[in-house]
């Protein structure tokens, strides 16, 4: 039965490929207002593939985007296993555009890659799970468990929507874990499983100087210029090593053990060749810690954009009435958004001159996540790794932040299986964005296999 | 004589006002390319003006945007003083244009402000001395000197092509003095002959990090951030009062001496006011220094601009792949730009993390300016302020920077005397800009003025 479930999605491939790329063609960007049309059109898209496969879909709207529910058919008096497959429709921005080899939205295929903004983050990752069920529903053959997809817009605007859905759906939506498909994994011959995530929080930093934009000869030495200012309050953030000089910033660290450190330096890593893949002339960050562990299970703070004054050609010689800065801080357990937001603000506020008027705009924040890798889930889940993709899976840290893996534990009381299928050269969040073809395949195949693992762990409720 | 040329430029007035809105309409902005037919129809609009009133005049291509020369009629046989009155006809960017109450490029008088961009700075102040100079001619008087009117296009961009100009006319602009009309007065009621200006140094600063934006969660941590390292790097150029440690920046600084603390402290200024006229929290510089010092006699370092990853709505987790900043230092005697430039370039060398890859590009530079006071023709220009303006006209030092004064000097061996119009609340640089109508009367008046003043203590060459 699972062989001809396999040959089905193989014989499909195509097919699959194609509806990507339709999929992809929507410019479904969550953060500007201007997409707004696209966003609902893209909910209606997905939802329409939902249906045609076989899945009982509602498209249900909320405070932002829409959130989809696609449902296999439930069996009438049979209690099974259920899970919760989910995903987001939403996609990053596309800026800077020239930076792109071929138009974000208009996909394009070159050897084993689909270029696109969200082909991996996180078009061709929930598609892959889709088409796996609809394998499953076109052969006949009969899922040991119940599924339910859940797929939102707004993963990449901090998901504000989704925690009031879970909670008003809880009853519905009630299940014994949740699947998502949304990182990576180290190299094609490496699948994961990851089992920790880092948290985040965004804020933005503005500093008010005159009302106006002032002439920096007639004026300047008088007053303090806000950008100078901001540089002065942001460069007090960080040491030059890369270590957080906020007091209290790593109080709630928990240390890593010696064998999460051994875990970590399992995984094939070469500085040299990572530093090439990235462009930069050094790798760079906190001491004490491999590069693997700086970007995966210790904090950071980054400078996501800096605004002030004239940024056009040639030069304009003035005092900037105001300077701003984008900033995330990226968190490892046990530390908590609010209270490292919190740690923040007071920094700043203390740090701040008194030249300047201080602004601190919150953004979106989520928890870091672990999963005990202990769980019987867990080793289900390495199961159907190893057999789709044919190799020795790994058990993962990674560094980005799905917020809503806490609120899935939280609302629904149930730990996450994070399965992701992006290369380390995915470029998610940045130009030329692709995903690889043969990990969609490997993906579907995945998506196919999973079910009855997970299944016979779980003792239905 | 003098009375009728004065009647007759009061009686044209309202001609006059209407002559300056034709001339501020032509958003003759050298910086930005988009509008170098502008600035060319400028050159040639100014010209007109120019045959109009009577001069012998030309438009003279250069490698950037037109010069403008016309000469008052010569009278054959007759050697008299010879004086050049320098304008420019282009102006500063108008960005943020959502700030401006009105178009920037479409005049509007309210009260005795005639607003838009380069009202002010500088197409109203050397209309003045042009209508004056028609109101001589148009009188049948006889003026006392032959006058050359020099108009460029560059000056907001650096007066680039200037210098080479000069040299290559230097017989026919072989002059006793130039007069410029660019800088400001403290008040309606103090005439002002600026007697010292600063020079500046412009240089973009970028840092290169990652080939592209990296999202900040998967790769975070594990190199250098540009957006950061830049504000490192700008952070180290000034400490937190104001004073520059860029190592020898203060090395060639000429002292004030009692004197001058002393004409500088007879200024009326009143910290409270000027820091609400700012729209500040509070005034700021270097200590020991007053506002005024810090504004016009002592050395400064500022941001202009600053641009790095992400600046739309929202946000978007990345790590940028480049950081930049326009920076612009003012000098004072002695500095020099060259050595000044080389100081900043060597500092930021030295300050540059390893892990992003610096770029200094050089723009433009002027040396600073200091006219002696004893000068005769300085006694002179007070008188002709003074009977102009009808006040008691005061000694200024200037912030701002216009290095062709230098180049005057040097190529033409000659003094600059500078009779500002401008108001402090004029905007010059800034939106909103405007110039004050009674200033333009007055400078009219100082146009006609000034020639028997400066004529009578010249002996023709």
């Keep these: 039965m699972m062989q001809q479930i396999l ?25 500007q207002p201007a997409h707004k049309a696209d966003v609902a059109a893209c909910a209606d898209w997905i939802a329409g593939l939902c249906r045609q496969i076989g899945l009982e ?24 296993p259920h899970f919760l497959v989910y995903g987001h429709y939403d996609v990053q921005p596309a800026e800077p555009f020239e930076l792109w080899e071929s138009p974000p939205f208009e996909p394009r295929i070159a050897g084993h890659s689909l270029f696109g903004r969200g082909a991996s983050d996180n078009k061709g990752q ?18 040991p ?8 817009g707004e993963e990449e605007v901090g998901s504000g929507n989704l925690a009031p859905f879970l909670s008003q759906k809880r009853r519905e939506l009630h299940c014994d874990a949740v699947v998502i498909s949304d990182t990576g994994m180290p190299s094609r011959d490496l699948p994961a499983l990851t089992c920790s995530l880092r948290g985040v929080v965004a804020l933005e930093v503005r500093l008010h100087g005159p009302s106006r934009d002032l002439h920096s000869g007639i004026f300047g030495g008088s007053l303090e210029n806000p950008a100078m200012a901001l540089c002065q309050l942001l460069a007090s953030l960080r040491d030059k090593h890369g270590r957080i000089t906020v ?27 990572y530093a090439r893949f990235l462009g930069v002339p050094d790798l760079f960050g906190e001491r004490g810690y491999t590069a693997w562990e700086r970007r995966s299970a210790r904090p950071t703070l980054e400078i996501n954009g800096l605004t002030s004054g004239y940024q056009g050609e040639g030069s304009k010689t003035i005092v900037p009435a ?18 490292m937001a919190r740690l923040m603000r007071q920094h700043l506020k203390r740090a701040c001159p008194t030249g300047v008027r201080l602004e601190v705009e919150p953004g979106h924040g989520g928890a870091p996540y672990l999963l005990d890798p202990a769980n019987p889930l867990a080793d289900a889940a390495l199961r159907a790794l190893k057999q789709a993709f044919r190799r020795d899976p790994v058990l993962l840290r990674e560094g980005g932040s799905i917020p809503i893996v806490n609120d ?28 690889d073809l043969r990990n969609f395949a490997d993906g579907m195949r995945l998506g196919a296999l999973l079910w009855p693992e997970l299944a016979a762990v779980v003792r239905p409720a």
Tied chains: 1, 2.
């Design 7 to 31: 040959d089905h999605l193989a014989a499909g491939q195509s097919r699959s490929v194609e509806q990507l790329c339709d999929y992809v063609r929507i410019p479904s960007v969550s953060a």
């Design 57 to 80: 879909t509602g498209v249900h709207p909320t405070d932002g985007n829409p959130i989809v529910l696609a449902r296999t058919p439930r069996r009438r008096g049979l209690r099974r």
């Design 126 to 143: 929930h598609l892959a799970h889709l088409k796996a069920v609809e394998a499953w529903l076109q052969t006949g053959s009969e899922l």
């Design 145 to 152: 468990c119940d599924l339910t997809f859940l797929i939102e």
């Design 247 to 273: 007091p209290g910033f790593y109080d709630e660290v928990r240390p890593l053990s010696r064998q999460d450190r051994r875990e970590l330096a399992r995984l094939p890593f070469n500085e040299r060749r």
């Design 322 to 339: 105001w300077a701003s800065a984008k900033l995330t801080l990226r968190l490892v357990p046990d530390q908590r958004p609010e209270r």
């Design 408 to 435: 899935f534990k939280r609302v629904l009381g149930v730990e996450t299986l994070m399965l992701g299928l992006a290369l380390p050269d995915d470029n998610p969040h940045s130009p030329n964005e692709k995903f």
